[in-house]
């Protein structure tokens, strides 16, 4: 008889398993970690730290930018938004909530796109994570970018 030695994460998996299911639609969303909840979001979504490294894309944000699953972690905001002034100075911009930004895609063009707000607001987060809105097609059939403000 063989006996296998149980670790303290095996004991967390099988208490997480046999947790009943939640009884609102709220408990739901409050267990869901948010990872999974940003990446299942069909708006693209970036984090960026304050130095310029980007740690977090979802597959809508790499989408619209057509990269591979998970290499846009790889670069810096610098690479990726159209600035004079890599770094920082580009996080800074990104903060510029309602802002239409210009956006490299893997194949040299650009992409526009407004920025969001961050979703992180307090002055100590690490990192700032907004949301884009692509108005590339709708620039290119003639409409101002005012209308979309």
């Known amino acids: 008889m063989v006996v296998r030695k149980t670790t303290k994460v095996d004991d967390q998996r099988r208490d997480e398993r046999r947790r009943p299911d939640p009884d609102t639609a709220l408990g739901y969303l409050e267990r869901l970690p948010a990872l999974v909840l940003l990446e299942r979001l069909p708006v693209p979504v970036l984090a960026v730290q304050h130095d310029g490294v980007v740690v977090y894309s979802n597959r809508a944000f790499e989408r619209m930018l057509d990269y591979p699953p998970n290499e846009v972690g790889s670069h810096l905001i610098g690479d990726l938004m159209q600035t004079a002034s890599p770094g920082p100075s580009a996080v800074a911009e990104l903060e510029s909530a309602g802002k239409l930004v210009a956006l490299t895609h ?34 290119w059939d003639g409409a101002p970018a005012t209308d979309f403000g």
């Open 106 to 139: 893997r194949d040299g063009s650009t992409v526009r796109a407004f920025v969001s707000e961050s979703v992180l607001e307090r002055h100590d987060d690490p990192v700032t994570l907004v949301c884009f809105h692509d108005v590339t097609e709708l620039l």
